[in-house]
């Protein structure tokens, strides 16, 4: 290769070449930065090798041709794969799915596609190279001893995570060439002390409340139990806490003062619902500050002012804070990180680069699983090995919080399960003694109309039912009685933000409130009322409804929560319908449904009388075995296969309001829509393809952009009940999120 030749990796439309950024330059840029995020996971040469050969492909004269304008496409991606694998043949190979990927996404080991590695590294042609470049250090051993029934699950995640390594890397580093001023945006959060220290200034202010609580000493306990167990080695915990008894916030502080005496990087805090993660994040916002605290969901619109009114004209506030906020969406670089259990399991499942950039910094990381009896029985066991790889290979503590523990440790019986966790609270039967606020009782089957006539008994009660449609039948049954509501996933996001701030002055007021919801209300929602009524259901939906009952213990007699089989309803389906079987026999083995033994014994039941292969259900484990002695792994057939839910529904925008009317324009007229998209969520419900096809047929939606459906027909859209659908059918995750 001649010397005096200038190789170039990134060009600048408008500038000479000398301005323009050299292909040695970037590799190794991208060399160090990758090694420094693999280092993390004990990676580091993995990373610096990846980062130098991802860009090979980028010395030949047709890659310089295109960079100065020719139309060519050029495969650059995959002769630095070729070479990685010819140095080091199962090395190699590993670092070849990452290298080959790093624009187009992972894809299969060996398949019939054409496009998959080994075919492309057969195709491979080397082109001539820079000695430096080929004499790269490999190594030639795995970073980690893997269990050989683990060996091809252990690999697969490791290239995912060294992916993730080399595509930030190479992300940052051009655009630190080509964008500096969105670069700048990047990086410069308050270190996890600070953040500490933020928190224990906030926690001191509780000590002098003007109107203190009963539960206020228990949950003082359960903070400085907390504190306590952060101490200890970062590993696998339990947090068992019930509704009310502080966990958001001693969670928290579990997660900083572990971060800041074991030197991890940061706290990721996992969510299931939209109704927690907002208001989770608000709660975070408050005690650590607007700049530290990252959102990343599809709801969330770092635009939108906190607390403001939806009819605000436009999006407000600090713009750079803004931008910085979104960005850190991309790759995780937050101290404090709060997403979706959908958006955090498809990750550490996924091939696109778009969603793996951000995996490296969960090594290393704090990660409150909230809610974690969430997880859907059908990817129980993938979920659980990757939680297992991250706390055992990665330096992650993983926290299980939730008030109804999923007994998800191994066993005789679950071979399959996690180590048995540390459990942070102390003395959690006597935490649960005190803190019992409601009790629990059977009525049977009961009509609508006996449960229409209970409900209008009461000044202040709530009735938690498992579809939308019966949500709405009682919601028009009680149509004559005083101050009704309802809530269910057929009102856009923004819509229920409303009631649900009408329904908290009603009940603070102490006028008639009388709501019919689905499960959505169930997790995380802060409301309490005396008396609440739940469809028959699993022991943790339960349980998730009493939270919304007697929950500050303000009612010397206690709250009561009613189980009732609805008669004039159909059954729940598939995994509600399990779960409510197995609700039922639980009931009637305990005589305290919502104690942690019965919860254990409901969790036990419901997980062995499944077996293994339905906690698996699209078999991705055993396709994961399968490694052979080439590395052939199909990580592109796992990341199309593996669903954290199966969600059939399609989305349509609703122009609600003012807001949502401006938003649907932006979508229809502006250039670029990304950021509109975000905040169209809030406005968007998701229906039933039949549903769907109905309202298409009958001309009540358009398409704009040809990928976005908004209701034009708003006669559709009732001001209480939301999209008009006639869904008869339970969707357990109606309000899961991205």
């Known amino acids: 290769m001649p010397e005096e030749r200038h190789w170039y990796a990134h060009s600048v439309a408008g500038l000479q070449q000398e301005a323009w950024q050299t292909l040695p330059e970037h590799l190794h840029a991208v060399a160090k930065r990758a090694a420094k995020f693999a280092d993390a996971f004990g990676a580091g040469t993995w990373g610096h090798a990846a980062g130098l050969l991802h860009d090979a492909g980028k010395y030949t004269e047709a890659f310089q041709r295109r960079l100065a304008g020719g139309a060519e496409r050029v495969d650059h991606s995959t002769a630095g794969a070729k070479l990685a694998a010819d140095l080091a043949p199962q090395a190699g190979k590993i670092l070849a799915y990452a290298i080959a990927g790093h624009h187009a996404g992972l894809t299969d080991g060996k398949s019939n596609d054409p496009s998959c590695l080994t075919e492309r590294l057969e195709r491979a042609v080397l082109p001539e190279l820079p000695q430096w470049l080929t004499q790269a250090a490999l190594l030639t051993k795995s970073p980690f001893a893997f269990a050989p029934k683990r060996m091809g699950f252990g690999w697969a995640f490791f290239i995912r995570m060294l992916y993730s390594c080399l595509v930030d890397a190479d992300f940052l580093d051009t655009e630190a060439f080509l964008n500096k001023g969105q670069s700048e945006l990047r990086g410069e959060y308050p270190p996890v002390a600070t953040l500490r220290e933020r928190l224990r200034a906030h926690l001191a202010g509780f000590a002098h409340k003007a109107h203190p609580s009963p539960v206020d000493p228990w949950r003082a306990k359960v903070l400085a139990w907390c504190c306590d167990a952060a101490r200890e080695e970062p590993g696998l915990f339990s947090l068992t806490v019930p509704t009310g008894g502080g966990k958001t916030l001693s969670s928290l502080a579990f997660a900083l003062e572990h971060a800041v005496t074991h030197g991890l990087e940061r706290v990721i805090y996992v969510i299931p619902y939209t109704s927690i993660i907002e208001q989770n994040a608000d709660v975070f916002r408050k005690a650590l500050g607007e700049d530290v605290v990252v959102e990343h969901h599809s709801n969330f619109d770092p635009w939108r002012p906190k607390g403001a009114a939806a009819e605000a004209p436009e999006p407000a506030g600090d713009e750079t804070l803004a931008r910085r906020l979104e960005l850190a969406c991309e790759n995780w670089d937050a101290r404090l990180v709060v997403t979706t259990s959908v958006q955090f399991f498809e990750s550490l499942f996924a091939a696109r680069s778009s969603k793996c950039r951000k995996l490296h910094h969960i090594a290393r990381s704090v990660v409150i699983l909230d809610e974690a009896q969430m997880l859907p029985p059908a990817v129980l066991r993938p979920c659980i090995e990757a939680l297992r790889e991250l706390y055992e290979h990665y330096g992650t503590t993983v926290v299980l919080c939730t008030a109804t523990q999923p007994a998800l440790e191994k066993s005789a019986e679950f071979p399959c399960g996690l180590d048995a966790p540390r459990e942070i609270v102390r003395d959690v039967p006597g935490l649960f003694t005190a803190l019992k606020r409601t009790r629990v009782e059977h009525l049977g089957r009961l009509t609508d109309a006996a449960l229409l006539e209970r409900l209008a008994g009461h000044r202040q009660v709530l009735c938690v039912v498992n579809t939308r449609r019966h949500a709405r039948v009682l919601r028009r049954g009680l149509d004559e009685a005083e101050g009704v509501f309802h809530l269910s996933a057929s009102m856009c996001p923004a819509h229920r933000t409303a009631k649900l701030e ?126 052979d002695a080439r590395a052939n792994l199909p990580l592109r057939e796992v990341s199309e296969l593996f669903a954290f839910i199966e969600n059939t529904y399609r989305p349509v925008i609703v122009p609600w309001d003012a807001a949502g009317a401006r938003i649907v324009d932006g979508l229809e007229h502006a250039e670029h829509t990304g950021r509109l998209a975000r905040r169209a969520q809030r406005y968007t419900v998701q229906i039933p393809p039949r549903e769907f096809a109905a309202l298409e047929q009958a001309g009540a939606l358009e398409c704009l952009r040809e990928r976005f459906y908004v209701l034009r027909n708003m006669e559709r859209y009732d001001a209480e009940e939301g999209l008009a659908v006639a869904d008869g059918g339970a969707f357990r995750a109606e309000e899961w999120i991205l």
């Open 502 to 627: 009408a329904i908290r002055k009603a009940l603070q007021a102490g006028v008639p409130c009388r709501v019919v919801s689905t499960q959505l209300i169930e997790c995380g929602v802060d409301v309490s009322f005396p008396v609440v009524y739940r469809a028959a259901a699993g022991v943790d939906a339960v349980a998730q409804a009493g939270g919304r009952c007697n929950r500050e213990g303000e009612l010397a007699e206690g709250g009561v929560v009613y189980v009732f089989e609805a008669q004039d309803a159909p059954p729940p389906k598939g995994e509600m319908r399990r779960a409510a079987q197995v609700g039922a026999e639980v009931m009637r083995r305990h005589a305290d449904v919502l104690s942690p033994v019965a919860v254990e014994d409901y969790f036990r039941t419901l997980y062995w009388s499944q077996g293994a292969d339905q906690l698996d259900a699209k078999r991705i484990l055993e396709r994961l075995r399968a490694m």
